[in-house]
DNA sequence: CATGAATGAGCGTTCATTCAT
DNA sequence: GATGAATGAACGCTCATTCAT
């Protein structure tokens, strides 16, 4: 439905048709911070990745990290608008909590390059220091936050955790599934689209019903 | 007790006496990556936060990497310790979890610049995809996971979802948190200590017990 | 005639036309290597012959290292080109080892600052140990071995000489006079082409004819 | 014979005893000296191979360029009285030149070390141009020359080819058959020993009665 | 004598960025 | 638009040398 936005990143069908030349760019930007980091990523790398010279990525961009400022911004709002729309909404929070997560995981299954940048490289030391950066990502919290919020009100969630604190929970929860596969650091169940299932359940599940049974008041 | 390794970490007030020059060199280190980040520290940098040579720095560390891992060797194990010490011991997995939460955000208030490198710049980046590293990272997840799987097999803990995973969101919850306060990207309710408890109060709240109202099933 | 790869070698009257500018750092390091000696070139100074900015010289080439093996490759085979040349023609071989001798000797006097890079920098130490080099050099000897050869199976030189400890000796001869003239340990009869071509007389005299009078058995 | 100075040249045999430090390090050096070239060795490798610490080695030495000097002016002194001592004789100015074709070869098969410093890192490099150096080289030459100089006053050699020429022809070969052995550059014929007279047969036969047979003028 | 901690000049190399063509 | 030659600031690292102990 609403991936429609996600759904035109690049994909490795679709090496978008000559002459636009800078799209070209931001893919093979993407491509590489994704496996070399900023730091390690040479503009004549993203040159020679997008097949030009490197000469005309200054053509495009004013330096290297208007790159990844152009990423982030393009990436990053395209992103949000879908999370608004799940926000906007009139599922329930539990429901709108589920297709948070599912966006978010899901994205890194069809993107994981432009998730490894986002994760690695923009929410990160200096650059996520720009004040500009911060609210762009402070976006996404306060639109969780939103959804918290409001089940609070309708006595769908309690009320007694803040909010935002949960929201920060919520979203850490999520990113942390996303570095563990991307780094390897533990086995998640199943593989693919399963372990993807089985990773919402469980942020959800936690999420609203906690790890102790039901039972205990 | 077990905060001996975590205690003699640098201060201020504490600026290690002469001939500990190692240690100056590891903890002006600390700072400095802390507050340029790993690229953006020159070893001029740290040497001169440190009152010395920047010679020196190659005396007692084959390059700049060395530094970084040996403050994540020596730190982080000395960090690992004590969480090991707490799943070893005999509280039930409700206070176990609370006190490694305590433990993560305590280390936070009182070594900032620690924990700042310690996620900042190894648990990101590059330098991170070595085996070694990974490996001990997985310690921690493997230590908060027999946590909850002890709670698990007790009774303690509902059943149906998987200990790793669900430490997986643990540990992301308390990462996010710390991140948000380095940044600021979100006011939390408090300051200093009181957030602090607060922010452990929700995360444990959180994971036990859900968002869900206890009333629904 | 063969000299054309020779002849094109860098002269003051000559400063190379723009856009060559591979040619003009290779040039300049000649000379700076000739002056000041491998290790004491700096790849600055290089540069600054070359009237180019350094790190253009990482445009054209790998590192300092290549420079030199550069300057061997293209130059010494340019060298043994013509020596092989010699060796293929229908002279007789006193003949032909007096064309080596005037070649080598008359290469020194034209080019002084290539030959001193070939004899003082490469024909040296470490660098001369890798076998690709050695084996360039190996074909010098072979080259004139080859002449020794031919002309104790005509029965014009005398065959209970090995001919290779042979043309070892008569590489050695001229090699050392070269060395002497570069430092002035010695002064030699006569002055440029005059002190040249008595050496050239000596060096093909002493080969052919020995020290020791005729008259004596 | 007369080869006391350089028989005592160190051996693994003879480590030299406690307390003579100062032997133990300009052995050390010469054996570094050969093995990594003079700017390839470091002060604290000599101080490893003397089993010292570095900083010992400027108790005994002003400087670096100090130990080379020293194991230049010691040793090359040592050889050149040998030298001198064979040209004194009362031997036909042929046995002379066996004399020293042979002292050379040997040395170098029992010290290989101490030549190859000698050849490369004193004979060559600019460290060779400085005056001092260039003369104690020059002694060799004016040596060898005495020899062939007498042999044509007394008749025993041909008078029309200059006798510093020749000589340095006589010391150019003997230098270049050690660097083809050092280097691998070509197969010798026979080995140690053998290899070594072969040579010197070689070489005194050429210089004395080249490679044209006798029968042609 | 002996040690090795401490210093810092010096240099090779990288790479983002500019600009003539 | 497109190219890649040209520039030079910046930085990691080496290692000879000094000196307090």
């Known amino acids: ?15 978008a048709p000559r002459g636009r030349k800078r799209e070209r760019i931001l893919d093979a930007a993407i491509r590489v911070f994704a496996r070399r980091g900023y730091h390690g990523a040479r503009v004549s790398d993203i040159a020679a990745e997008a ?12 330096n290297k990290d208007e790159l990844l400022d152009t990423i982030f911004e393009e990436r990053w709002n395209a992103f949000l608008a879908v999370v608004e729309r799940i926000v906007a909404g009139p599922e329930s929070s ?6 948070v997560a599912a966006l978010i995981l899901f994205a890194y299954r069809r993107h994981p390059d432009w998730v490894k940048v986002l994760v690695f490289e ?6 996520f220091s720009e004040p500009e950066q911060i609210r762009a990502v402070g976006r996404l919290f306060q639109a969780v936050a939103r959804i918290v919020r409001a089940g609070q009100e309708s006595g769908e969630l309690r009320e007694d955790l803040d909010a935002e604190l949960a929201c920060l929970a919520f979203i850490g929860a999520l990113e942390t599934m996303i570095t563990s596969q991307v780094l390897g650091v533990m086995q998640l169940p199943g ?11 469980t942020v959800v599940e936690l999420f609203l019903g906690g790890l102790a049974p039901r039972g205990r008041p």
Chains 1, 2, 3, 4 share one sequence.
């Open 1 to 15: 439905m609403a991936r429609a936005p996600v759904a035109q990143l690049p994909t490795k069908a679709d090496p």
């Open 51 to 62: 097949g030009i010279a490197y000469g005309l990525v200054y053509h495009y961009f004013k």
């Open 94 to 99: 539990a429901e709108k909590l589920r297709a």
């Open 122 to 127: 923009i929410g990160r030391s200096s650059r």
């Open 191 to 201: 593989a693919g689209e399963d372990a993807e299932a089985e990773a919402v359940r």
